[in-house]
Structures are given as C-alpha cells and as structure tokens.
C-alpha cells in the first residue's frame, strides 16, 4: 500500500502510464474464473482496449465481441486452445494467439496463467480477404536489429501484410541503448513492461519505467525510450497500422 496516496501512474490528454499499484480488477462477460484488469480502453480516449486476464486453473475465454480481433499474449501459466475440425495446441510463457473477428479458439488455463490481451474493432479493405488466425512462441520467433542497432532488437509477431490493421511486436534493448529519434507518428500504442527497466518520454514529461507498467499513447504523442539497470529491457507493445486515417473509426 502506497503511503500518502502516492502513485508512479499518471493520465494526460495524449499518454497514460499505469503502475501496479493502481491495478483494479473487474469481470468480463463470459470469461470465467477469471479477474480482468482492464488498463487501456476508449473512455481514457484509446481506439482500442488493452486488458491482463489472471485465469484460475480450469479457467475458459469468452469470444471477442462482434466485429473485434484479438491478440493474446501469454505473460505467466499455461493455456490450450481448441480449434476446428478437433485440432488443440498448448501455449507456454511467450506464446501468443491472433484471432480475426467472428473467430473463436477458446482459451482453457492448465494452470494460474496471466494474459495480455489486446483487441481493436478491425477495419476490412474492400474486396479483400479476412486475415487467418495465427499462433506461436515468442521464443521461435527471429528478431532483427532497429534501424541497424544490434542492441535495440524487434521481433515482430504478426505477418507483415496490408490486411493487418494491427501490429504486435516485442522489443528488446541492452542497458545503455535507445529509440535512435523522438519518434512522434499517425500510430497509436499499448505497452507492457516485459523486464527490465529505462526511461520512457512521453509528450513532454519523462518516466521512469519497470516491468509490470503499461503505457498508452495517443496518436502523435512524442516518444523516446532508453533502457538502464544491468540487465536488457523487454517491452509488447501494440500499434494500429496500413489504414488511411480519414477511414478510421473514433
């Protein structure tokens, strides 16, 4: 219990960082033996919703709602998702699913597990073909060096194709390294803490960061990270992506 109402998270206009300590958690229909901690979502001004799911053993997913695509992340635990015609696989720490809308693998806890959970109203190109689920281990994944830094390395964890209206990617930086610029962009973002810590600037305030904290940032919110402490800093984080703006929904 934080002393004196004293708290890292803060809310603006333009970006949020929220710390555990200010984590309430709640319900969501359908999801059962399950405490949900929603953290980002439209009433903080987001166009999307970013949510921990804390799964009791024996727990079950809820399909997403109509229209929605989901992308899960497996933080601690062990989940088995069933699909059809009979099919099953099993998701360790660092696995994550991609579900398009109208599609529903539900989700079944082997033990206490913990997800990531982003979701986004998607927003089809005309003429063109759904995207498919997609799901795997972190682990497997290859990741390449930012902008040519091989210390500030990026594994992206969804295809890099025009349907995508979404992307999911985790980043990971050796003590000492750095986002090369300001970047200030039309891309919205969620973040999840993975390990380590840094500093994080959004708009014009800096923070300091550390496993566990979530950040959101709004379009064109500046923002620069570094990573300090003695071990690498990791990082999920979702942004919305291939679309023009004038057709995004608010």
Known sequence: MSPFGATRSRVCKDHALITPESFVSSALPG???TDVVILIAPPLGARFTQY?????PGAASSPAPAGVERFIYVLEG???????PGGRE???TGGYLYLPPGVDYPLYAQKASKLNVFEK???PIEGADFLKPVFGQEQDETGAPFEGDPDA???TLLPDSPLCDMAVNVFTFRPGAALPLVEVH???HGLLMLQGQGVYRLGASWYPVQQGDVIWMAPFCPQWFVAMGKEPARYLYYKD???NPLALST
Do not use: C, G, P
Request: aromatic share 14%; hydrophobic share 50%.
């Open 52 to 56: 921990l799911a804390f799964m009791e």
């Open 78 to 84: 062990e989940i088995t998702l069933t699909y059809a």
């Open 153 to 155: 390395v990026l594994k």
């Open 121 to 123: 109203r998607f927003q």
């Open 241 to 243: 992506v291939n679309r």
């Open 31 to 33: 999801w059962s033996k």
């Open 90 to 92: 099993t998701l360790k």
């Open 186 to 188: 039309v891309m919205e």
